[in-house]
């Protein structure tokens, strides 16, 4: 992810939090917030009590690849906030993948091409 496609403001995600929705599964939570903005910006959070340093990064690591593989396929104007659960800490990159798309879904913010 480039640097402009991050949110990296607490008041950015304090933001997502308070202002906007949220769609959740088993693995993830999906905060979303219209803004006025091109493109869309990914912030991802994950807890201490998810896992360790290596498993929380790793586990970042899995949800930016998966955002990656399918960022163009979600609505422009929009921030995000990804909150990563425990059970994803047993989770395949295939179920990342999956559960993230099928929150962009619900949320209502995936394109038909």
Do not use: C
Request: glycine share 6%.
């Amino acid at each position: 992810m480039r640097k402009e496609e991050r949110l990296t403001k607490r008041s950015d995600f304090s933001a997502v939090y308070q202002e906007g929705k949220s769609v959740a599964d088993r693995f993830l939570v999906l905060y979303y917030l219209p803004r006025s903005i091109s493109g869309v910006k990914l912030g991802i959070s994950v807890s201490r009590k998810v896992a360790g340093s290596v498993g929380r990064n790793r586990l970042k690591r899995l949800v930016r690849e998966a955002w990656r593989a399918q960022s163009r396929q979600v609505k422009p104007g929009y921030h995000l906030v990804v909150i990563v659960r425990v059970a994803a800490r047993d989770a395949s990159y295939a179920q990342i993948v999956q559960s993230l798309a099928k929150l962009t879904q619900k949320a209502g913010l995936w394109q038909d091409e």
